[in-house]
């Protein structure tokens, strides 16, 4: 299981998208492939092409998200606590407290965000 980080999802699904192949390939392969909530926020308040949305919409409907719950809050506030220059970092923190409440790796482009998240694992595509 696969937990998306928002960079991944903008880098395969608008403009050159270049991580699009990558992204077909984890498809064509069989990996469960999750979306976040709030990587769907981040994708969501950024300027969106109409195809772009139909293309998330499609691989990732936003009923599909994985909310961001009391465990994952819970998490994410023991995170903070314990990594090294947390502020500014909320989001990634959130969104690696999703990924490790399910036991999925992360996939992101911004590896040096989440190398210092406890028992995170990162997918490397």
């Given amino acids: 299981m696969i937990l998306l980080d928002t960079c991944v999802l903008i880098d395969s699904l608008a403009g050159p998208r270049r991580s699009a192949g990558a992204l077909r390939r ?62 500014g970092r909320e989001l990634d923190l959130a969104i690696a407290a999703c990924a490790l409440t399910r036991d999925a790796a992360l996939w992101t482009l911004n590896e040096a965000d989440f190398r210092d998240v406890p028992g995170l694992r990162l997918f490397a595509a």
């Fill in 26 to 87: 984890a498809i064509e392969s069989g990996e469960r492939l999750l979306l976040p909530a709030l990587a769907l926020y981040e994708w969501l308040r950024g300027p969106r092409l109409p195809e772009e949305l139909a293309a998330q919409e499609a691989l990732f409907p936003r009923e599909s998200a994985v909310p961001f719950g009391p465990r994952e809050a819970v998490l994410a506030a023991e995170l903070y606590a314990a990594v090294r220059k947390p502020r």
